[in-house]
């Protein structure tokens, strides 16, 4: 990786972990053993860095998602496969993150709300249109409704002042939307899938 590479992924490491507001050029510079006059050389600022890396991690969740979108046999499964995701590596990422990014990096926000709007939820309603084609969800569905509801619903499970972590566990919060969201938009055929996929019986 060029130099540059490097202290983009160590700063994105470093937010992903702590957030953004506590995490300093000076903090960059030791975590990562290079120069602040290195960093500037590449980032003219901090919110350069942010922005960019913002951009990088959109671009790879945009990556992850199409490729899970491709290997996933049909809509429910890759309704289940994207939850999986989201929970299991976006739920070790520092809430504070996205407050962050809102009050103090615009540019950045930017990006994130592009990502949000042309991508995933782009790609949660040609998946809820999937599954009606399949039979496996209603065929009366808003879908872009229901595409900007399910995303919104994910960032809250987020949001620490509506589900504060000495309350609530962000992986249960997130497993308990995704449930709501999917048995609310499936037909009896998709019900019995999604209960195939979740090995339960259905006398259970």
Known sequence: MEQKDIILKGSLDLFLKY???SITMDDISRALGVSKKTIYLYY?????????????FTNFQKETL???????KDSIEELMK????????VCNINPALLYDIKKYHPKAWAIFI???????????????KRGMDEGYFRANLNTK??????METVEMGF????????????PAVQIEFFEQFVYGICTLKGHKLL????????ED
């Open 82 to 89: 994207m939850s999986d995701y989201m929970r299991t590596n």
């Open 19 to 21: 957030g953004i507001k």
């Open 195 to 202: 209960n195939k996929y979740k090995q339960i019986n259905e």
């Open 145 to 150: 409704i229901l595409s900007r509801l399910r």
């Open 66 to 72: 199409n490729s899970l979108s491709e290997i996933a």
């Open 114 to 128: 592009d990502y949000k709007r042309s991508f995933v939820e782009a790609s949660i309603e040609k998946t809820l």
């Open 159 to 170: 949001d620490t002042e509506i589900f504060p972590t000495s309350e609530f566990q962000t």
């Open 44 to 56: 003219e600022d901090k919110d350069v860095l942010v922005s960019e890396a913002v951009n990088a």
